[in-house]
């Protein structure tokens, strides 16, 4: 089908009288949305590149899903979590394929972690490892359901949790993955999903598996990217903070605790091993332990030279070697014994050698400063490594640790990845444009002059919402600015009956505005209280409730109609400046000439606003009021930035008119 036959087409399926307002009940023509699925339809036919800002409403995965299946081409469609990946497969791509009444074929595709191991369950029978009744019955429903199970995909399970610890003992990794070596290779359900999606017209993945396979990482998944004809990229501006993990290296303490106890389950499958094995196994995990307890004089993150400036973390890195390089010898002594033993020499020389790369890395001292927007003043330095531009750096958990090598720029290796494909890319999302403008996203996928386009809202913003932008606040490093936001805030969640979310950029502004609302006449749910999912139905359901969230909430949360009325963002999200790598990447800015404020920190903070902005408005019914408390957005020449880059709200100064404005009566923008 040529470029404008197939464009045509979308509109047709997209029209009044289309294929999907007849098949599809609730389906409504928006002008914009036919815009963009034509647009997209001819990147298709060009094997072009196309960056689509497309805000709330517009009906995007629609807009790409008539040109992905109208087509015929094979189609990657990447999404940014694992419940927008099943929402797409399971709702929206068999809704759309029925109305226009094509049988293209589908898969769903999965990172390994989402998939049922019978090797790694079988392993775990028996074990020791269950800490509570509640574990040991929880994987007794796993083994009875994998039984039955054709998928293996653990979404199945409903009462399994995310963050379960069930779930490293009964998935592979890629590193511990047997292969063809595996006595359940020809059950395995990561193949069977491979070979699904390499059999399909259209697979639905997400960016991690994309990144994995771009990266060419051995998820066991390459084969899917040869003879793709086309990938969309939706909620693409999460693309390259992701693409720079994938690109990067890492090693944590869980995987080498897996390690040693993956160790000494193969020991009881071979005669005589556990004698050989089991002291070491157990030195390795108790080496993590104490590296970890070592590290505790350190900050939460930083650099590779600040860990060599402690010499007991130093020693206890010492320590962690020598017991990975004595499980090494005793493991390869016996790896002819078993492919379980053969798979773990092979994952301790992998460590190892992460290990050993990450503490020799070359420090080059670099000056960063860790500068907000108003501040000149110098940050504590960065590492690299020398030509290739890494960041070393490393992040504590509660009980764990992760050592990461994090490139500052993966534009070059996305644009030679993308030039392999020789594919058309559609990169999509309601936050890619600053003032209007791509250029931040297209430079960091390495992009030179894309085709773009700017989707705004169907919304009538001048009476579904109002912007308020409180008078008299004080800086916001002031001590007494939380007081300032909740005195501000306090008449808008007085007038709109709670319904409110509050977002911040710090979670200690969090937790002391949490205090300064306690006893208020609206229910609180605050982060970190109760898992994320629990919050928001807890919020949902009080029907007057006020949530307090960082970061995590400006995005992949959806709540429509009453149960959300206002907005609240107390700051400008710039980035934190204790983070490495953002301090590394703003002094590689620096030395190759460049402006750090203008060139990624202010576009960063504009990308992370519009996303809490979005929070707001969802649907043409709903009706809200955002509070803008940072007084630096009509204090300082870059407010106009971050405003010109919002929906067009009316705006107004006055707490009056947004007690109009609950009050149903019409309000002018001041």
């Known amino acids: 089908m040529a470029g404008s036959q197939l464009a045509r087409a979308c509109r047709e399926a997209l029209a009044d009288d289309g294929a999907l307002a007849r098949e599809i009940a609730g389906f409504r023509t928006r002008p914009a949305q036919q815009d963009l699925s034509a647009a997209i339809a001819d990147a298709f036919v060009e094997r072009g590149t196309l960056l689509a800002e497309a805000g709330t409403g517009t009906g995007k995965t629609f807009a790409y899903l008539v040109p992905a299946l109208l087509s015929g081409k094979k189609t990657i469609v990447s999404t940014g979590t694992r419940a927008l990946q099943d929402q797409l497969y399971h709702r929206d791509l068999p809704r759309v394929r029925n109305a226009l009444g094509v049988g293209h074929s589908s898969a769903l595709l999965k990172g390994r972690a989402n998939y049922l191991c019978h ?9 020791p490892r269950f800490t509570s009744r509640e574990q040991v019955a929880q994987f007794q429903r796993i083994v009875a359901w994998s039984g039955r199970t054709r998928m293996g995909d653990l979404a199945e399970l409903e009462d399994l949790t995310d963050d379960s610890p069930l779930i490293p003992l009964v998935t592979s990794t890629a590193e511990n993955c047997l292969g063809t070596e595996c006595p359940f290779f020809s059950e395995c359900f990561v193949v069977q999903a491979r070979q699904r999606a390499q059999a399909a017209d259209i697979v639905v993945v997400n960016h991690h598996l994309l990144l994995a396979d771009l990266a060419l990482k ?21 693309l390259p903070e992701l693409a720079a993990q994938f690109f990067g290296e890492s090693l944590s303490a869980r995987p080498l605790v897996e390690l040693a106890r993956d160790v000494l389950a193969e020991a009881r499958a071979v005669t005589g091993a556990a004698a050989t094995v089991q002291e070491p196994a157990r030195a390795l995990e108790h080496r993590v332990r104490t590296l970890r307890i070592a590290m505790d004089e350190l900050p939460v993150r930083g650099t590779r030279k600040r860990v060599a400036e402690s010499p007991g973390a130093e020693a206890a890195f010492d320590a962690l070697d020598q017991a990975l390089a004595a499980l090494l010898a005793a493991v390869q002594a016996l790896a002819a014994t078993s492919p379980g033993f053969d798979s773990c020499a092979a994952r301790a ?20 400063d860790a500068r907000d927007a108003d501040d000149d003043g110098q940050g504590e330095s960065a590492d690299r490594r020398a030509g290739d531009e890494n960041v070393l750096w490393y992040e504590l958990t509660a009980r764990g640790f ?3 090598r994090t490139p500052l720029d993966v534009s070059g290796p996305l644009a030679q990845h993308r030039a392999r494909t020789q594919a058309a890319w559609v990169f999509t999302s309601a936050t890619l444009a600053v003032n209007s403008r791509f250029e931040h996203f297209a430079i960091k996928l390495g992009l030179w002059q894309p085709a773009t386009m700017l989707v705004p809202s169907p919304f009538d913003w001048g009476t579904q919402a109002l912007c308020y932008l409180p008078p008299r606040m004080p800086d916001p490093g002031s001590r007494d600015y939380q007081h300032a936001l909740v005195d501000a ?7 709109s009956g709670g319904r409110a979310f509050l977002l911040f950029a710090s979670h200690r502004a969090l937790r002391e505005t949490a205090e300064l609302l306690k006893g208020g006449p ?4 605050v982060q970190g209280e109760a898992p994320r999912g629990v919050l928001l139905e807890r919020f949902r359901a009080s029907g007057n409730g006020v949530l307090l969230g960082a970061a995590s909430f400006r995005e992949g949360v959806d709540v429509a109609g009453d149960a959300l009325s206002v907005v609240v963002i107390d700051k400008l999200p710039f980035a934190s400046p204790d983070d490495p790598v953002f301090e590394a990447r703003l002094d590689a800015i620096r030395r190759s000439g460049g402006v750090p404020f203008r060139d990624e920190q202010l576009p960063q903070a504009v990308i992370a606003l519009k996303q809490g902005v979005g929070r707001l408005i969802r649907t043409e019914t709903d009706r809200g009021v955002l509070v803008l408390c940072d007084p630096r957005l009509t204090g300082r020449q870059y407010g106009s930035v971050f405003m010109n880059s919002l929906p067009p709200f009316p705006r107004t100064r006055r707490v009056d008119d947004v007690i109009d404005f609950f009050a149903d009566a019409p309000v002018e923008s001041t």
């Open 119 to 127: 090797y790694r369950m079988r392993q775990a029978q028996g074990e």
């Open 218 to 238: 051995q998820e066991g998944f390459g084969e899917i990217l040869p003879g793709a004809e086309a990938f969309v990229i939706d909620e693409a501006h999460q």
């Open 522 to 525: 609206w229910p609180l749910f």
């Open 489 to 495: 805030v306090r008449p808008v969640l007085e007038a």
């Open 349 to 368: 020389i992998e460590f190892r050698g992460r290990l050993q790369r990450w503490r020799d890395g070359e420090d080059t001292a670099i000056g960063v």
């Open 402 to 404: 992760r050592l990461s």
